[in-house]
């Protein structure tokens, strides 16, 4: 049994290890104990925005085995409609294919439909190509072209 909640400092180092553990996230990410600065400051930042929620899946004994960003963001279009964003989802290798992932993302949406978002988005990069079919399975289309630029 799982169950999810907002992301305390605590698990900060849990949430890295889960970041970094895949193939894109080991040469980006940085692993160090304790955490490197850059993400104590963006896990304050993110904290102290009402419209970000940095959650954690936990296992019975009160282990990190997944993690979640969820933005809500604010628009004009669609008649000035919110929507979610969903990003940095991680579950932990050996939590996999065991039901979690659809229950967490599941429990985002129900978080978005709570703060009244029209509709719930991510994105996934082209090379998770597991990652893309479990969204698909979970009611997600690919609707649109996301580009990204560096800076």
């Known amino acids: 049994m799982h169950s ?14 889960l970041l970094a553990d895949d193939a894109l996230g080991a040469v980006r990410e940085v692993v160090t104990n304790p955490p490197d600065a850059r993400y104590i400051d963006a896990f304050a930042a993110i904290a102290a925005d009402a419209n970000q929620l940095l959650a954690v899946a936990v296992d019975q004994g009160d282990r990190v085995v997944g993690c979640l960003q969820l933005t809500f963001i604010p628009g004009l279009s669609r008649t000035g409609m919110w929507r979610g964003q969903i990003e940095s989802v991680r579950i932990a290798k050996d939590e996999r294919g065991s039901g979690l992932g659809s229950d967490f993302i599941e429990w985002a949406v129900a978080r978005c439909i709570e703060r009244g978002c029209g509709l719930v988005q991510l994105t996934s990069d082209k090379s998770r190509a597991d ?13 649109h072209e996301g580009l990204k630029r560096s800076l």
């Open 4 to 17: 999810f909640r907002p992301a305390r400092s605590s698990d900060l180092a849990d949430i890295i290890d």
């Open 131 to 143: 990652s893309i079919r479990f969204y698909e399975r979970l009611g997600f289309v690919a609707s």
